[in-house]
């Protein structure tokens, strides 16, 4: 979603809404892919939600409508365990993201004000330790400068045992090993019974890598990272000139010729 289909100002266009339109018309499925909570997703994708598959929390979960396709938690008590050593990070913004909520306890306005923008079910607490009663999908980590520079070196060490992903320029993300956007796609595709060569996807961060190999037809973003500019077999604009949405334009021309 960002930096792929939502432009800078976090928007999607209301010329994706009319290709929806399309490419529902003409049988092909549509399925938005973030490392955004669930509902930050359905709240973007508001008047099509009932329509389309999403997959949040970098492949933590996935639903087609009410029906759960993955599930794949990171687990609350392993997420405590991580916290102390997240703290000892200069600059280190911690959230635990939930099922339920997501929780903070960063008292910071500048990342509250900026978090909300990802995130539309939140609790703010004041130790991170003492949440009950959630499954945890992963941890997101927010640097204002570079998640790259100044979180990612403190968190490789446990690339072993989970997944790692820097996963924008400011955050990174610790889940389940499974948990991540390729893992959560080959389960929507077997479920719909969609092909690797039936499938469009398009990225623009680490967090996408595992995703767009999943897909013959992948495209990275003019914004992306070199790491994705790599693995991609196409490319496309960057987000803040419709870059999905001229794609997407070229798939229903040849639809519907």
């Known amino acids: 979603m960002d930096g792929t289909l939502l432009n800078p100002e976090g928007k999607v266009s209301a010329r994706f809404f009319e290709q ?34 999403i997959i949040a929390e970098n492949g933590g979960l996935a639903r087609h409508r009410e029906k759960e396709l993955v599930f794949t938690s990171l687990g609350l008590q392993k997420a405590k365990e991580l916290v102390p050593l997240l703290r000892q990070i200069e600059g280190a913004n911690i959230v635990l993201c939930g099922k339920n909520s997501a929780y903070l306890e960063s008292e910071d306005m500048a990342f509250i004000e900026l978090f909300r923008e990802y995130y ?22 927010y640097h204002f400068d570079s998640s790259e520079k100044h ?30 956007k390729g893992f959560a796609l080959k389960i929507v595709q077997d479920y719909f019974g969609v092909t690797k060569e039936e499938t469009m996807v398009f990225g623009d961060f680490n967090n996408d890598l595992e995703m767009l190999a999943e897909a013959d037809f992948s495209f990275a973003m003019g914004n992306a990272h070199e790491n994705v500019k790599k693995v991609a077999r196409y490319h496309t604009k960057s987000n803040n000139e419709q870059g999905v949405e001229i794609i997407l334009e ?3 021309k040849s639809r519907t010729k």
């Open 151 to 180: 979180l990612y070196p403190h968190v490789a060490h446990l690339e072993s045992e989970m997944q790692i992903k820097v996963s924008g320029h400011n955050w990174l993300d610790i889940s389940h090993p499974n948990a991540h």
């Open 250 to 252: 070229e798939l229903i």
């Open 120 to 141: 539309s079910k939140y609790t703010c607490v004041g130790d991170l330790c003492e949440i009950e009663n959630d499954d945890i999908f992963k941890i997101a980590v």
């Open 20 to 53: 929806f339109a399309i490419l529902k018309s003409n049988n092909i499925l549509f399925a938005a892919a973030s490392g955004r909570q669930y509902f930050s997703i359905s709240d973007k994708l508001d008047s099509i939600k009932d329509e389309i598959t």
